[in-house]
């Protein structure tokens, strides 16, 4: 084993991790409009939502198992969702609550009520405010809203940075990155700047195989030009965060658009290949014009949940431990078509390549080959009856260390 020195996550990257499953919250004056790109010309009268309960939105992410919930607090379009003082572009001009509203106050509350983590979404990329013209003006601009977002709604977990229409654009990152620096110390950001997580470079919520956690590995693998506008003290540690709307194409809620709601396999397909490829799933749901998720959108969401806890939440027997080789021996001898593996990564990303085994009739089979493992792998595979397993960690950076190695059945009616 060579020895090098290796990329280390953050206490805050550690936790955000182990969090998994986010969920991403698009509304705005685009739910009102039919679209996904508003101008920024759409009158605030638009904005009324008659049955808005941020409650029912953060309660379906936490019955559905999701760690955090992160609102797009201004979109492309530039209508706010709280009542900013840097412009009347808001839910202050609306007919909602006669203008007294905040949506984003309502959803902090909700997540604080309900032990869910609040990340916030604010649009570099402004359609509607007249000062985007004029560089400094807007930067002074959007670190104004940016500063009422960090101060007003309590600790954030993430800010989500879109890079959409800024291309070619520049902000002012050592600023903004500094005021999140300043008050929000533990949040992640997402992308731009000087990020601590970046984006897996499609919106189809798919990680690559190996998604490494390093930017200097995801330069190679996954670059995206967002990338080229990192401030240089950007950590070598950056993992991925795959996004993705559960009504495919649509981050917006649209009328008369059930049937593009992804159907439960396509979700654990994606769970499999994003948790499952070690990254974290930021799963969108869009409330409707009355403010309320649709019902189909909560059941299906739920049902994604209450499988994924259905397949892993009982393993058959699970170890950890260090070294080259890890056995893991079963009670008895039994069917499994599932295996996941957690590198300790708090001490880097040590594994470059396994293989895992299973013994049959007294002979070590192959059953998996892989490279990386980082937070998490999830393997599936033809159900095979076996009582011991073996974990060979075939290329490593330093001593390998797993956090845990478990194996299940999902097929519980054949066991
Ligand atoms: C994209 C945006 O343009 C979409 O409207 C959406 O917000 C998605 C998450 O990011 O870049």
Redo the contacts with the bound molecule.
């Keep these: 084993m060579s020895k090098s020195i290796l990329a280390k996550p953050t206490e805050q990257q550690l936790r955000w991790h182990d969090m998994e499953l986010g969920m ?1 919250c ?1 509304f705005g004056m685009n739910t009102f409009c039919d679209q ?2 508003g101008t920024g010309t759409d009158s605030p009268e638009k904005f009324n939502p008659t049955q808005l309960d941020a409650r029912q939105w953060v309660r379906t992410a936490k019955r559905a198992g999701f760690k955090y919930f992160i609102l ?1 607090a201004k ?2 379009d530039g209508f706010c969702l709280w009542p900013t003082k840097t412009t009347d572009y808001s839910v202050k001009s609306s007919p909602w609550k006669n203008g007294q509203g905040d949506v984003v106050r309502e959803v902090a509350d909700a997540c604080r009520e309900e032990g869910v983590a609040l990340g916030l979404y604010l649009s570099p990329w402004d359609r509607h405010e007249p000062s985007y013209a004029d560089k400094e003006a807007y930067d002074a601009f959007y670190t104004e809203q940016l500063t009422e977002l960090l101060t007003q709604y309590g600790p954030l977990v993430e800010l989500w940075f ?4 800024s291309e070619g654009r520049e902000y002012d990152w050592p600023n903004i990155i500094g005021l999140i620096k300043r008050y929000q110390p533990d949040a992640m950001v997402f992308n731009m700047g000087q990020p601590t997580i970046r984006w897996v470079g499609n ?1 189809d919520g798919l990680a690559p195989y190996p998604c490494w956690n390093t930017s200097s590995e995801a330069r190679v693998s996954i670059f995206t030009s967002d990338m080229l506008t990192w401030l240089p003290e950007t950590s070598d540690w950056v993992p991925a965060e795959c ?1 993705v709307p559960i009504r495919s194409n649509n ?1 917006f809620w649209h009328p008369n658009d059930e049937d593009s709601l992804r159907p439960l396999d396509n979700l654990m397909d994606i769970y499999y290949r994003s948790v499952g490829h070690g990254t974290v799933l930021l799963l ?1 749901i869009s409330p409707d014009d009355r403010g309320l998720f649709p019902d189909i959108d909560v059941e299906r969401v739920i049902e994604f949940g209450d499988e994924i806890r259905h397949r892993f939440d009982h393993p058959i027997a699970q170890s950890s431990g260090e070294g080259a080789e890890l056995i893991l021996t079963l009670p008895e001898e039994s069917l499994i078509d599932h295996a996941i593996l957690m590198e300790q990564i708090s001490d880097g990303e040590r594994i470059q390549e396994y293989v895992l085994e299973s013994m049959k009739d007294g002979v070590w089979v192959e059953l998996v080959q892989g490279t990386a493992i980082g937070h998490k792998k999830i393997d599936r595979f033809e159900a095979i009856r076996t009582k011991q397993l073996r974990l060979k960690l075939t290329k490593c950076i330093e001593l390998p260390l797993i956090r845990f190695f478990a194996v299940y059945c999902t097929e519980l009616d054949s066991k």
């Design positions: 991403f698009h996904e790109w797009t979109h492309h879109d890079g959409a229409g919106e996004d981050w969108n």
